[in-house]
């Protein structure tokens, strides 16, 4: 899609070791602005430190939407299997529902930076993009993701022969990143997990250059949530109960002072859930009404803004 002009509403694009039950949280409305952000907050970091530590993904399994192994999922998000297979071992978690970097058309040199980093994938794959002269950021709320991130990183250098990498601690709403220092920012699957995601895409303002752009991959709503699913706790650390829809994720973007160039559905995000839909974590699709699946609530958002100059 060609860039809108600031003011123009760009058209919306259709593309191609958690607890086996579930707690509640105690919500207030349909977009669950009551519940408590701080154990939210909490849950999520212990979530994934243990999928950190275990080696796994946001199921049970060997991926974030069931028994798929990592790589045939992030394939069927678009990602290359020749672009897959030199990652460092672990680096691929499947923690994806799509793929920013295919969006983002890095350039030599630049800086990019990726929000909710996990295990480095596409950190390590937009390094391999922006060559020697660029730096490749990722930031993550848990040590041990950091960790494991940053234990990675001498295979990818003895791999590439680059040196532009880097993992810091943070988290994505008070991000460790200097104020317009960053070319691009990417995020794939975590801003929905944010507790406070319109500051997250503020975050975002302030940390890009003036001209610089943010390509990011989360899921959204097509319509609400039964009130079982949506109190989930299980649910929301799993990337299903803290999606918000497509209107609310482009306000906050254009709230935050970013020009929202680009909207795409991400058909392959939900056919994937779809196909997995038994094997999701938590009993989430019991929880759907009858003759519903998960595509029918939960789709794949590719969303692009920038910066104005």
């Known amino acids: 899609m060609q860039a809108q002009g600031a003011g123009k509403t760009p058209v919306l694009k259709q593309t191609s070791s958690m607890r086996a039950i579930p707690e509640r949280m105690e919500m207030s409305d349909s977009r669950g602005s009551g519940y408590d952000a701080e154990k939210l907050r909490r849950e999520v970091r212990r979530g994934y430190a ?19 192994d990592a790589g ?7 990602y290359r299997r020749e672009d897959l297979a030199v990652l460092p071992d672990g680096a691929n978690m499947g923690l994806s529902c799509g793929n920013p970097l295919a969006l983002a058309s890095l350039k030599p040199g630049e800086v990019v930076l990726d929000l909710g980093s996990g295990g480095g994938m596409d ?53 460790p990143v200097a104020d317009a220092s960053v070319d691009v920012v990417i995020s794939n699957c975590v801003i929905n997990l944010s507790t406070d995601k319109p500051r997250v895409w503020r975050e975002i303002a302030r940390v890009l250059k003036p001209g610089g752009r943010a390509v990011v991959s989360d899921p959204a709503l097509l319509r609400p949530l ?21 209107e609310e994720t482009r ?46 609530f939960v789709v794949g958002l590719d969303i692009t803004a920038v910066k104005p100059e």
């Open 226 to 246: 039964p009130d079982s699913l949506r109190m989930s706790l299980e649910a929301y650390v799993g990337c299903v109960a803290g999606a918000v829809t497509v």
């Open 72 to 78: 045939t999922a992030m394939e069927s998000l678009g």
């Open 251 to 296: 306000d906050a973007a254009t709230a935050a002072g970013l020009n929202v160039t680009d909207l795409r559905l991400n058909s392959s995000y939900s056919l994937l859930l779809e196909s997995l839909a038994d094997q999701l974590p938590g009993g989430i699709t019991d929880m759907l009404p009858e003759s519903t699946g998960p595509s029918d």
């Open 50 to 68: 243990a999928i950190a530590r275990s080696g796994g993904s946001c199921c049970s399994s060997s991926s974030c939407c069931g028994s798929t």
């Open 123 to 175: 950190v390590f794959l937009a390094a391999r993009s922006i060559g020697p002269a660029g730096r490749a950021i990722g930031v993550d709320m848990t040590a041990e993701m950091v960790s494991k991130a940053r234990a990675a990183m001498e295979t990818f250098r003895a791999a590439s022969g680059l040196d532009n990498v880097e993992f810091r601690l943070g988290e994505i709403e008070n991000l």
